[in-house]
């Protein structure tokens, strides 16, 4: 009966809100989701927080921290989106110490040269703007109105990674090399962030049916794959796949077979980075504990006192 | 209180003279950390000029589902609303 109802509310294209009666399995696939995109946003700072102290000008140090510092926000509105579900800010962060919870596998890959910052505002964030924009229509109110505030504030964040990569494609033949280089190594991450192949991706049915999802994998990592493609020619540079061709046919690029292994060894923790980003992250928020006491008993005196 | 976890919600007025709206929340431990959390995650461009924030335990919220029956006594009366009136031909100006 709920269930009927819940199911009719989603075809109505109805939002389902946090008091609103759901689905458990609803409610679960929605914090693993939720939660492991709060979490690449957060530990997403890293890769470029690596380069803040060493952007080669002034300006282009003020837009990498301004972008970082979006993320970290991104980040807060989902942790915000995904508390509505019942689970709390601690346990979430708990779940990502334990390896229970992911984050994008992306993130797993070094940055090492400045060249990498555009790869990663042009790419990544690119690859993550396609999907967002499709999660804007999730049938979920929080997980919907947060992905409509973090699509506003993207789109400059892919902006200036393509000026970067285009600003070394036009310079010395080291430097085009360099944004080459980085082309080569984040490309086919970054177009395997779409997730596996719907036909080997075993959560798609329900995911679908309540509109958590609204498209396909496949149909999202070939739209941003046709919109890069001239993005790249624009800039001079190439695209590290052989088999990428216009297929008149279909109205779309053909392109060449992912390398799934790869992508599920670095899921798995074997990536170059797995352990550095985790660890890092528990430094951090342990290395902060001393702030969080203060502020507490701040706040505890000063409730006594107003009392 | 055994962590941080004291919830605020935020509501910006985006220019003067208009209302506050709720535009989500945030975790901080007291009133003057919560308003600049709130500048710093929700007015990153400009979007307010004042804010205001309240603890969300304050906030006491009506249904959202099954709600309808505490709308009732207002769904009927629709001479409540200008278009409910007839006019007189040629009346302007009302
Ligand atoms: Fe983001
Ligand atoms: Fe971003």
Redesign the pocket.
């Known amino acids: 009966m709920n269930e009927q109802k819940f199911q009719e509310k989603i075809d109505l294209e109805r939002k389902i809100e946090p008091k609103d009666w759901m689905p458990e399995e609803y409610r679960s696939h929605l914090i693993r989701q939720i939660s492991q995109h709060a979490h690449s946003?957060i530990i997403?700072m890293q890769p470029e927080g690596n380069w803040i102290s060493r952007a080669p000008s002034l300006r282009a140090k003020m837009i990498l921290l301004a972008k970082v510092q979006?993320?970290a926000g991104?980040g807060l509105y989902l942790y915000s989106a995904c508390e509505t579900l019942g689970i709390s800010r601690e346990e979430l962060v708990q779940q990502l110490h334990d390896g229970k919870a992911k984050y994008s596998s992306i993130f797993n890959y070094p940055t090492l040269s400045w060249a990498d910052m555009g790869a990663v505002g042009w790419l990544v964030?690119g690859a993550?703007i396609v999907n967002?924009v499709s999660l804007q229509r999730t049938s979920y109110g929080p997980y919907s109105r947060g992905m409509v505030k973090?699509c506003k504030?993207?789109s400059f964040?892919q902006r200036q990674g393509y000026e970067i990569m285009a600003e070394m494609a036009k310079g010395t033949p080291e430097q085009k090399e360099m944004a080459q280089d980085a082309l080569n190594r984040f490309w086919w991450p970054s177009i395997m962030m779409f997730g596996p192949q719907d036909s080997d991706s075993p959560r798609t049915g329900n995911a679908m049916k309540w509109k958590i999802k609204r498209q396909f994998n496949d149909e999202l990592r070939q739209k941003f794959i046709d919109q890069t493609v001239g993005q790249v020619k624009v800039i001079g540079l190439e695209i590290p796949d052989p088999d990428l061709k216009w297929n008149e046919e279909r109205g779309h690029y053909d392109f060449g077979k992912m390398n799934w292994d790869e992508f599920w060894s670095v899921v798995n923790g074997n990536g170059p980075c797995n352990i550095q980003r985790l660890d890092h992250h528990k430094k951090a928020h342990s290395e902060g504990e001393w702030v969080r006491k203060a502020a507490r008993s701040y706040s505890n005196k000063q409730e006594i006192i107003n009392a | 209180m055994s962590d941080n976890t004291k919830v605020w919600e935020v509501f910006i007025q985006s220019k003067n003279g208009l209302a506050h709206k709720h535009v989500g929340n945030l975790h901080a431990p007291d009133k003057e950390m919560a308003l600049q959390n709130a500048r710093d995650l929700y007015t990153r461009r400009n979007e307010g000029s004042c804010i205001w924030v309240v603890k969300a335990e304050h906030i006491i919220s009506s249904e959202s589902e099954d709600g309808e029956a505490f709308f009732d006594p207002s769904n009927d009366k629709i001479y409540r609303h200008p278009t409910f009136y007839t006019l007189p031909k040629g009346s302007k100006y009302i």
Do not use: P
């Open positions: 946003e997403g979006d993320e991104h964030d993550a967002q973090i504030e993207e964040h």
